[in-house]
Structures are given as structure tokens and as C-alpha cells.
């Protein structure tokens, strides 16, 4: 009698924790962007592709397209956003002193970034690499032939200490010249102040094309690192977490059930169970973020599915043309990937 006194005690109590976790866990910022009307969303100091500025101050790339359907999500509005301009940096000391609700700035998931510095990553936007660009008249064909190289970047990136394992490990001398924004370090090599510029691959697509005569310059074909981009948010808001993640989770889910801001009337009236769990039409899965059970709709109709901001911001309907490679779906041999909603 006492084991099963001991177990239906602690059955009420597992009942009375349920039954007061949703006010616990109720999302302070969801609330707090609600009560203000808009999202703050941290982003670049310009890379195309990615968070650029027009002429007018209007943002677009991925990662300005992930703060929109965040925006979409909640309010039904993707221009429901402020942008914040950030260094590399300052990106992170600004997220968790609450300068954003959301950063989504081309930035590479690490340990110690996830672990370490008081946020949580919320998703693999853009699976990358660390590459090099050099000038074609240089004659260097391969990393292999950057040896004495001085090589530019950009502080406060994972690009140093890339550079510091390939080349060390290969017994190659370098010298690393290094600057707060990227537009320096770009200006730098442009202007033969070192023999290459490195960053992540997709931006010295974007790089090179504001330089004065692209031609002139050749992207190296190596690729020395992992660099996962991703958004991330602040530590301690695991509702507000949940949120932004299953916010991209939805861009991925549509574009692999083929469905898009082109089809999406049509699309709610499919007996898919699965793209009507996505929709809303069945289930009850908005809620479980603070959210109507319609808010993917909202997402995918005012932004697209993820193919669609691949495709507009860096992909074959952009000036940079990157093939999606490994960011195509894990179904035609990407690695991107979605949990299912169910």
C-alpha cells in the first residue's frame, strides 16, 4: 500500500505541475512584441543576400525574410519589423541586453555560442562553409597556393580561428588583417592590402559583386569549415524559442508538401493530413506557441516557403545565383531538414 500510496502522490503532484505550466511558461516576449506592435529583429551592416539595405532603408535577404515571418506569424504583417544594424561584434552582448527580440545576421552555430553566451539557436537557415577569394591575376588557383598569404576578414567571426587550424595544420605561414566591419576588409583587399579576403562562401558572392570589376576576382573552390547560419534568441523564453524556430520549421515543411504563397487558397483545401496539420485546417499546434492555429498560413502566404526566400534572396531569381547545394531539401540530397508538425 505505501508504493501505491507513493505513486498516486506523486501523480497528483506531476497533474497539478501540468496544470500550471502554461501561465509559467507564457512567453514575456511574445508579449512584450505584441504589446508593442512590432518585432526587433538584429541583422547586418549590409550583406547582400542576406540583410541588405536599399536606398530607401527597406531590408531584404534570409535573414530579413526569417524576421518577417516571424512578424507575418504574429501580427499578419511581415513589414511589422524594426531592423537593428549590428557588427559582428556587438551581435551578441546586444541580443542578451534585450537591443532585439531576434537575431538573424548570416551567423555561424557554435558550442560555445549556443552554450556559453546566454542565447539559443533556433535553426539551420543556411548551411555554409568558410571559403577565400583571390584576384585572378595572382595566378592562386587553390588555397594551397595562399602560403605567406596576409589574408583579411573580419573580427569578432569564426573566420581566425579557421584560418588559424587549416593553415597550421598544413605548416602554412600566414598573416591575418583584420577589421571591425566587413566593408573595411573588403575595401582592404580590393585594395591590395593583403592577397585574399575570407569569409563565409555565400559572402564572397555578395562581396564580389561590389567590387569594381567581379571578373577580375575568382571565389576559391575549397571550403575550410562548417559554418551553420542561423537566427537566435535569448536564453530563458522557451515559448518565444519555440516560436521562431517553428516559424523556419513551417517555410521548410511547405516547400517539401509543395506548398507556397502561390497555391496556398488551394493548398487549404487538400485532405493531406500532413498539410492540413501545417495550415491549421486540422489539430491544434498554434496554440502550443502563443499563436492561432493559422499562423503558418500567415507565414507562408505574406513570405513564401523556404525555396521561394532561397530562390528571391540568393538563389537562381537573384544577382548572385547560388545553386541551393547542401541547403536543398534532405528529399533531393540537401541537408535541410523539418521535424514534422504533429
Known amino acids: 500500500m505505501k508504493h501505491v500510496h507513493t505513486a498516486l502522490t506523486f501523480a497528483a503532484a506531476a497533474a497539478a505541475l501540468l496544470a500550471v505550466q502554461p501561465a509559467e511558461a507564457a512567453s514575456k516576449t511574445l508579449a512584450e512584441v505584441k504589446a508593442r506592435g512590432y518585432l526587433k529583429c538584429g541583422v547586418s551592416d549590409g550583406l547582400a543576400g542576406f540583410s541588405n539595405p536599399d536606398g530607401q532603408g527597406n531590408w531584404s535577404g534570409i535573414d530579413v525574410d526569417v524576421c518577417r515571418a516571424v512578424a507575418a506569424a504574429i501580427f499578419d504583417d511581415p513589414n511589422a519589423v524594426r531592423y537593428t544594424s549590428t557588427t559582428a561584434k556587438e551581435r551578441f552582448t546586444a541580443l542578451t541586453k534585450g537591443e532585439f527580440d531576434l537575431l538573424s545576421r548570416n551567423t555561424t552555430v557554435t558550442m560555445q555560442r549556443d552554450a556559453g553566451l546566454g542565447m539559443e539557436f533556433t535553426g539551420v537557415t543556411y548551411y555554409d562553409g568558410q571559403g577565400f577569394i583571390v584576384k585572378t591575376d595572382s595566378g592562386v ?29 598544413r605548416g602554412m605561414q600566414y598573416q591575418i588583417l583584420a577589421f571591425e566591419k566587413e566593408s573595411e576588409a573588403l575595401t582592404a583587399y580590393d585594395g591590395g592590402r593583403c592577397d585574399t579576403y575570407t569569409t563565409d562562401q555565400s559572402g564572397l558572392f555578395a562581396a564580389r559583386l561590389e567590387l569594381a570589376d567581379a571578373s577580375a576576382h575568382l571565389i576559391l573552390p575549397e571550403i575550410i569549415s562548417k559554418e551553420p547560419l542561423g537566427p537566435a534568441v535569448r536564453q530563458g523564453d522557451d515559448e518565444w524559442e519555440d516560436l521562431v524556430r517553428w516559424t523556419f520549421y513551417a517555410m521548410l515543411n511547405a516547400e517539401e508538401l509543395g506548398v507556397s504563397s502561390q497555391n496556398i487558397d488551394e493548398q487549404l483545401q487538400s485532405q493531406n493530413p500532413e498539410v492540413r496539420r501545417l495550415l491549421g485546417v486540422e489539430g491544434d499546434f498554434g496554440t502550443q506557441i502563443g499563436l492561432t492555429n493559422d499562423w503558418a498560413v500567415r507565414v507562408i502566404r505574406k513570405v513564401g516557403n523556404y525555396g521561394e526566400i532561397f530562390d528571391r534572396n540568393v538563389g537562381a531569381g537573384s544577382p548572385l545565383g547560388i545553386p541551393r547545394g547542401k541547403n536543398a531539401l534532405w528529399t533531393q540530397g540537401g541537408l535541410q531538414y523539418a521535424p514534422p508538425i504533429r
Open 141 to 169: 588557383t587553390s588555397v594551397e597556393g595562399l602560403g605567406g598569404a596576409t589574408v583579411c576578414t573580419q573580427t569578432g567571426t569564426t573566420t581566425e580561428l579557421n584560418v588559424a587550424d587549416y593553415f597550421g595544420a
